[in-house]
């Protein structure tokens, strides 16, 4: 019996380890154990401080647009002298929550409309909005005029994850708003609430006639994809293709190929457990939801996505840059044939990273996360 004992034993173990070795799920690769990279090809030119920064977008002219969580937006130039602009609407200030993204429309040299994505004050806690407003210069302070709430989630909370990254598909007939689960993951499969999902909309918020849920009521007309945790993430590739991340709960960040009317699972299945430890099952447990390409565990805490297409990296070329919270520092990923997805970079900066954007030039910046972050240009080492 003692030695059937150890056989057995054996066996387990050896399935044990069969198990972490494999994917989650057919096509899901872990990437979370993979080292950071001993030298990293790049030199980085510290520009400013911010207070709490959340988001930056490039205007056409070159100059930057930074949100900073409590309520402020500012206007910068690539040397680092701030303005800040006026008019920003009052926001739910309170953990994670506060003002988030700012995108520039496709046709902002003429239109001179900002959106931006915001938790505003409702009851005791707050509400996803977004919101546009034409950037009026002409006076000696820049200020939002002409503002308009084109979405708004109608139940207010508490809980972080709000999700709230803006994206125009590249031939600027739609925005794609992300929506996290605001600490409810029960609301990312119920289909009548917003949360947990990606919303497809019109400029103006109006609903595309060929969402997969056009005709429906409510919330549902304007769903793209569902199951989501809490999105920081979303860009479009060199193909048009959408793609989003993630974070998961204990383990599981995700980087999903997003595609209209599927769900991603949470909190049905996740690569990840609860932070109580209880787990979660597996995607492959689960093969009608869509599993991730790439996943974290350990996690990474992605933030911010950027698909790089500029000629100061040319390696970089077609590589998804992803800022990291827990990875204090910038992930690259690598898109093969056969839609293999994996890690090809880790680089740490030494500094939690919330997000990141291209300039016109090719250099990379980014800003870091909390009081006192530094934003930051990275060039191409010498």
Known sequence: MARQGSLISAVLWLALLLSLAAPASA????????????????????????????????LPDGRLLVTEKPGRLLLLDQKGRQQKIEGIPAVYHHGQNGLHHVAPAPDFEHSRLLYLSY????????????????????????????????????????????????AFSPDGRYLFLTVGDRMQPETAQEADRSRGKILRMLPDGAVPPDNPQAQADGIRSLVW???????????????????????????????????????????LVSNGSQYSGVPIPDH???????????????????????????????????????????????????????????????????????????????????????????????????
């Open 119 to 166: 938790v505003a004050p409702m009851g005791r806690g707050g509400v996803l909005t977004l919101m546009r407003a034409r950037l009026d210069e002409a006076g000696e302070v820049p200020r939002l005029g002409q503002a308009q709430i084109i979405w708004q989630q109608r139940q207010p909370g508490t809980g972080g994850q709000p999700g709230s990254i803006i």
């Open 225 to 267: 994809s569902t199951g989501h945790r809490n999105p920081y993430g979303l860009a479009f590739d060199a193909d048009g293709q959408l793609w989003s991340h993630e974070m998961g709960p204990r383990g599981g960040d995700e980087l999903n190929r997003i595609e209209a009317g599927r769900n991603y699972g949470w909190p």
């Open 284 to 382: 492959d447990t689960r093969p009608d939801l869509e599993a991730p390409r790439l996943y974290w565990t350990p996690v990474i805490a992605p933030a911010g996505m950027v698909f790089y297409q500029g000629s100061l990296f040319p390696e970089w070329r077609g590589s998804a840059l992803i800022g990291g919270l827990m990875a204090r520092g910038l992930v690259r990923v690598i898109f093969g044939p056969d839609d293999q997805v994996s890690q090809a970079n880790r680089w740490s900066l030494g500094a939690r990273i919330r997000d990141l954007a291209v300039a016109a030039d090719g250099s990379l910046w980014v800003i870091e996360d909390g009081a006192h972050a530094r934003l930051l240009r990275l060039v191409p080492a010498l």
């Open 27 to 58: 096509g899901s690769v872990n990437a979370g154990n993979l080292p950071a990279d001993d030298d990293p090809p790049f030199l980085i030119e510290e520009i400013t401080h911010l207070q709490q920064p959340w988001a930056l977008a490039f």
